[in-house]
């Protein structure tokens, strides 16, 4: 995984500060690049909202979010009423951010997901027969209400787990080959498990 952001030298701790995100904007890739590497240059944008955003007493900053088009980072901006960045914080993977927080029910499914993939990837380990697995997922897909399982996709999530050789859904079965590693002839023999 790569991640762009600033790293700070020996730093003694890592302050945040509330930042509310009341404007979104969208900008070319290359405009994107100018407002990061100009960050002291006006920007019609920022003088076109800078007046939009909401002053209050407490501690949050009300700021801009500006996304990439063709990338997934994105750059907060507090104007503080001028027109260039006056304060900013480049925010990797910002786009993901946002949906996460535009659609619940998306963060939701993404941690159901998640919680699904870790559950198989143990039962699959440990209740593989001659480092196979095989199920046609029913049991899991009652817990997974109420949002529905996309069974293509868990078998999708699973294959970039190092605990598998392989794993395709087909024909209403998920079919997985268990990598060398977590072989252990004796797991599937001992526990008889099999979906």
Same mark, same amino acid.
């Given at each position: 995984?790569?991640?762009?952001?600033?790293?700070?030298? $020996?730093?003694?701790?890592?302050?945040?500060?509330?930042?509310?995100?009341?404007?979104?904007?969208?900008?070319?890739?290359?405009?994107?690049?100018?407002? $990061?590497?100009?960050?002291?240059?006006?920007?019609?944008?920022?003088?076109?909202?800078?007046?939009?955003?909401?002053?209050?007493?407490?501690?949050?900053?009300?700021?801009?979010?500006?996304?990439?088009?063709?990338?997934?980072?994105?750059?907060?901006?507090?104007?503080?009423?001028?027109?260039?960045?006056?304060?900013?914080?480049?925010?990797? @993977?910002?786009?993901?951010?946002?949906?996460?927080? *535009?659609?619940?029910?998306?963060?939701?499914? @993404? *941690?159901?997901?998640?919680?699904?993939?870790?559950?198989?990837? *143990?039962?699959?380990?440990?209740?593989?027969?001659?480092?196979?697995?095989?199920?046609?997922?029913?049991?899991?897909?009652?817990?997974?209400?109420?949002?529905? #399982?996309?069974?293509?996709? #868990?078998?999708?999530?699973?294959?970039?787990?190092?605990?598998? $050789?392989?794993?395709?859904?087909?024909?209403?079965?998920? @079919?997985?080959?268990?990598?060398?590693?977590?072989?252990?002839?004796?797991?599937?023999?001992?526990?008889?498990?099999?979906?």
């Amino acid at each position: 995984m790569i991640i762009e952001t600033p790293l700070y030298y $020996k730093a003694t701790d890592l302050q945040t500060e509330r930042c509310q995100v009341d404007e979104v904007v969208t900008l070319g890739h290359w405009q994107f690049e100018y407002l $990061k590497n100009c960050t002291l240059d006006d920007f019609e944008f920022i003088e076109e909202l800078r007046d939009k955003l909401p002053v209050t007493n407490d501690s949050t900053r009300h700021c801009i979010l500006v996304l990439d088009k063709s990338g997934d980072d994105g750059i907060l901006i507090d104007p503080q009423g001028y027109n260039y960045p006056r304060y900013s914080a480049y925010l990797p @993977n910002a786009k993901q951010l946002l949906a996460m927080e *535009q659609y619940p029910s998306l963060r939701a499914f @993404n *941690q159901d997901m998640m919680d699904t993939v870790e559950e198989v990837a *143990q039962l699959a380990v440990n209740s593989q027969q001659d480092g196979e697995f095989h199920s046609d997922l029913s049991d899991i897909e009652n817990d997974f209400q109420p949002n529905v #399982l996309d069974k293509i996709l #868990l078998a999708d999530m699973l294959n970039n787990r190092p605990e598998f $050789k392989s794993v395709e859904y087909a024909d209403g079965e998920l @079919n997985a080959v268990i990598a060398d590693e977590y072989c252990d002839e004796s797991i599937g023999e001992e526990s008889g498990m099999s979906m």
